[in-house]
């Protein structure tokens, strides 16, 4: 069955979201990533959507969700590489993603992660 | 008056139809010369509306159509289905409102990303959604 790609360095869980997601492969991804913090013990989640042309009110309460489990299993999540024309659908649609942590790019959102790690 | 060109129609069965029809959108509303935010406006409207006929129509179709306008150009979209219909649109319209599993920005969220939006539905016999963006 298809799956994203979950890749661990230290304590920390890298996701590259590069195929236009359907629903269920959203829905597995969720899973595998809650698994995956608990398996190795995972202090935080990159998620880079640069790939992404569209995030639509699924995928977007799927981020949000992911965001929102990692953080009761005590590890922080940043979503990272949004495109301009996405945010701008994104927050039309009615979607701004209050609760998710977000930098422009990778380094950033390492940077960022790194960051609330050591404090 | 809107001259139709081309046309055409996808079928919305299941989960796998609704990425179908985003590529589809995709690729009309790039041949059509939209920027890549009305693009990706066109195409996010597209999911949203997609997701709806599949999950809570039981399944439909979608209806593509290319517009002329004098020198205006747009894509016109329709999702029908023959599922249980809508009894509150205005309630279906709400921002929030929900009666499944989503957030509830579906139709709303649609509606404000296109200029055109038409929603008729009667309970028993289905929703038809009717939505145009112009380049």
């Not at chain 1, 949000?64 to 590890?75: K, N, T």
């Not at chain 2, 023959?82 to 509830?104: F, H, V, Y």
């Not at chain 2, 990303?113 to 959604?129: K, P």
């Amino acid at each position: 069955m298809e799956r994203i790609p979950i890749l661990r360095m230290g304590d920390l869980l890298l996701v590259t979201i590069q195929v236009d997601m359907h629903d269920q492969l959203a829905l597995s991804l969720q899973d595998d990533l809650t698994c995956a913090i608990e398996k190795h013990n995972a202090k935080g989640v990159l998620i880079d959507i640069s790939a992404l042309e569209i995030v639509d009110s699924f995928t977007g309460r799927m981020i949000s969700d992911i965001s929102g489990m990692a953080q009761i299993l005590d590890a922080k999540t940043v979503l990272v590489g949004m495109q301009p024309a996405v945010a701008i659908t994104l927050v039309e649609l009615g979607l701004s993603l209050p609760k998710v942590a977000t930098a422009l790019n990778v380094e950033r959102g390492m940077t960022l992660l790194k960051q609330s790690l050591s404090t | 008056m809107a001259v139709t060109h081309t046309q055409g129609e996808l079928p919305l069965k299941e989960e796998r139809d609704i990425v179908l029809a985003r590529q589809a959108v995709r690729r009309l509303s790039l041949e059509n010369g939209f920027s890549l935010v009305d693009q990706t406006k066109m195409v996010t409207a597209a999911s949203e509306l997609a997701r709806n006929t599949v999950i809570y129509g039981g399944g439909g179709t979608m209806k593509w159509e290319v517009l002329h306008d004098g020198i205006k150009r747009g894509v016109r979209l329709t999702f029908e289905d023959q599922g249980p219909g809508i009894s509150d649109i205005d309630l279906a319209l709400t921002d929030g409102w929900t009666s499944g599993t989503g957030m509830g920005l579906g139709l709303s969220g649609a509606r404000r990303l296109v200029n055109e939006f038409e929603l008729t539905s009667n309970v028993g016999t289905g929703t038809r959604v009717v939505i145009a963006r112009w380049k």
